[in-house]
């Protein structure tokens, strides 16, 4: 929402309403195996290398989870993601189906998110806390709309303070992370708020 004076075009906002996740295709899982996750389009502002770095000085599993979609992307993964991949740092290819995406995030101990660039909304980050999975994520662009810091992740500033978060991630409470979603990312809320904008306008231009 504060991001709305980036916009390019001239445009009268009336309200942010924020997309939604069938929490009810993203089943929520108490107990995560021993790995983390990365989970987006392999490109650089998206930051996996940066996930991948830590994995290799801080000793953690990860696994890295996308599609490559253009040559400039397929060229990034061959030079800053596959040379490091080994045993402990996995590369899994492009995850769409719900069951095998609620799988693969619900399972992680957290999803690693170091963007960098605004994103304007990121929905992995409501997709993952569906599943009751911390989000740790640089505080850029929509990410400090939709982790609450220290509750449903950690709003980080740089990857030393990143590294921090990896080792507390046991203090958050999974439980409010899927709380979060329900009462503000569900499909149903963000249909709700669209028909409540409608009738607000409507009201208000007496149509």
């Given at each position: ?26 089943s ?53 993601i ?9 590369f ?44 740790i ?23 030393q303070?990143m ?38 306008l ?5 149509l």
């Amino acid at each position: 929402m504060k991001y709305r004076k980036l916009c390019p075009a001239k445009i009268n906002f009336a309200k942010t309403i924020y997309h939604g996740v069938n929490e009810k295709q993203l089943s929520f899982t108490n107990q995560p195996k021993d790995y983390f996750v990365w989970l987006g389009r392999i490109v650089d502002i998206k930051g996996p290398h940066i996930a991948v770095n830590l994995a290799r000085k801080m000793g953690f599993k990860l696994i890295i989870a996308g599609v490559i979609r253009s040559d400039n992307d397929q060229k990034y993964f061959d030079e800053k993601i596959k040379p490091y991949l080994n045993n402990k740092i996995k590369f899994v290819g492009s995850v769409k189906a719900p069951k095998e995406k609620a799988k693969l995030l619900g399972e992680a101990k957290a999803l690693i998110y170091p963007l960098l660039w605004d994103e304007p909304f990121g929905i992995v980050l409501t997709e993952a806390l569906s599943c009751g999975t911390p989000v740790i994520a640089f505080d850029r662009g929509s990410a400090g709309e939709i982790i609450k810091h220290n509750k449903t992740g950690f709003l980080v500033k740089n990857k030393q303070e990143m590294a921090k978060a990896i080792k507390n991630i046991d203090n958050i409470d999974r439980a409010e992370c899927r709380k979060s979603v329900e009462n503000n990312f569900t499909l149903e809320k963000m249909v709700e708020n669209h028909e409540n904008l409608y009738y607000q306008l409507i009201k208000k231009n007496k149509l």
